[in-house]
């Protein structure tokens, strides 16, 4: 039942007691402003890693050679595996009703040219696919598309970045550039959610790369997106089906893990999110740790406060007052405190992270926060731990006799 005399009394002890009241406080304040600020930077590395793999298709295979470190069927070991044109589409042959996009990708760095202005880059060499693998946007002209592998056409596709570096306001679409002295069309324009990094790439068809470069069939890379149906464990048996396919293709031993490199985007980011909970973890700790010592602050103050109105304890005792009663003022008392203190702390703490904005990207800390439900667990822990703080010396206090409070100086 709500006591509106109780409640007079305790805000006019507070306010008797100022300093007393904002010392206990205080410890309250900063433990949940500690905990809030360092949650919410774990968080803000977690989004790091997903802003970071939210660039690629998360259904996304990424496939490399390396080298093969066990002799094999006469072969020797140490060998330098290369992946061509066949391997692609042997991949596409046998599991074609498993996956729904796929591309080779070559890497070329160069120094592209446009008039006066020039600047360094790197090329990607690709099939039509590789945009909805890698989620580029096209925001002038088109991608790649068949007919310019077909005729190893020379065309490029040049990143948002890579087109105001060379032509500044002039839209770039049906310009040439030159790229290692070769000149290429200029057919679109791209942006990525990778940001200024992926920006200043520049795509092109691989038959153009392989017919310049020494005439070759060779590509680096091999991507692919398997359909989402398969779930997890679909994806798995695709991964090693398609490493068993290409070891035997290229005589690797079946225990050689070296010779073939599967990547997928789901697993990377698992792994790096594991990484980010670990050290969530840890923080979130160290903030526990931190709260339970303003905890424990308050309630070696609020043990004070009951030494200090011994007297005014045991006139209540005297007068009628239950242990249930007293204990009930003390707890009320210490909740009052701690709430309002508490608030405050999760307040300036929320400020904090919303200040500090892009200020961290450059620590891995992208638009750090806490979520609505780590504040409702955040005030439940609160309100149980003022409870905790409030209890031992509000038990002192019920046990306190009449008599004996009455002779206390």
Do not use: C
Not at 72 to 96: A, S, T, V
Not at 333 to 345: C, N, Q, S, V, W
Not at 387 to 407: D, E, S
Request: charged share 20%; glycine share 8%; no cysteine.
């Amino acid at each position: 039942m709500f006591d509106l005399d109780r409640w007079r009394e305790i805000f006019q002890t507070i306010n008797k007691n100022k300093l007393r009241t904002l010392l206990a406080g205080f410890t309250v304040t900063l433990g949940i402003l500690i905990f809030t600020v360092l949650f919410g930077m774990g968080n803000g590395l977690k989004n790091t890693f997903y802003k970071f793999f939210q660039d690629d298709a998360q259904n996304t295979l990424f496939i490399y050679p390396g080298f093969a470190t066990k002799p094999f069927k006469g072969f020797k070991e140490n060998r330098r595996i290369e992946f061509e044109n066949e391997d692609l589409e042997l991949i596409k042959e046998k599991f074609g009703d498993r996956i729904e996009y796929t591309t080779a990708r070559i890497y070329k760095g160069v120094t592209a040219k446009y008039k006066g202005e020039y600047g360094s880059y790197s090329v990607r060499a690709v099939h039509p696919d590789h945009q909805y693998l890698e989620k580029t946007i096209i925001d002038k002209g088109r991608y790649i598309n068949e007919y310019d592998i077909k005729n190893d056409a020379r065309i490029a596709v040049i990143g948002r970045l890579v087109e105001k570096d060379l032509f500044g306001n002039e839209n770039a679409i049906g310009k040439f550039i030159s790229l290692n002295k070769i000149i290429y069309r200029v057919v679109g324009v791209f942006s990525d959610a990778g940001g200024d990094r992926e920006e200043r790439n520049i795509y092109m068809p691989v038959s153009t790369i392989q017919l310049i470069y020494k005439n070759t069939e060779v590509i680096d890379q091999i991507n692919l997106s398997y359909n989402m149906e398969l779930g997890a464990a679909g994806a798995m048996r695709l991964s090693n089906d398609i490493e068993k396919l290409l070891k035997n293709k290229h005589n690797i031993a079946p225990s050689d893990q070296n010779g073939i490199y599967i990547g997928s985007v789901i697993e990377d980011l698992q792994q790096n999110l594991a990484i980010a909970n670990v050290l969530q973890i840890i923080v979130t700790v160290i903030g526990i740790g931190t709260l339970l010592a303003g905890v424990i602050g308050i309630s070696n103050i609020m043990v004070y406060i009951v030494k200090e109105r011994t007297k005014e304890l045991g006139i209540r005792k005297a007068l009628g007052a239950t242990p249930g009663s007293v204990i009930g003022m003390i707890l009320q008392e210490t909740l009052i405190i701690t709430m309002l203190f508490g608030y405050l702390g999760i307040f300036l703490g929320n400020y904090i992270l919303n200040s500090m904005g892009t200020k961290l990207e450059d620590w891995f800390i992208t638009n750090p926060n806490v979520s609505q439900s780590t504040i409702i667990w955040a005030t439940v822990i609160l309100i149980f731990s003022g409870l905790i703080a409030g209890y031992i010396p509000a038990r002192r206090a019920a046990k306190v006799q009449p008599i004996v409070a009455l002779r206390d100086e």
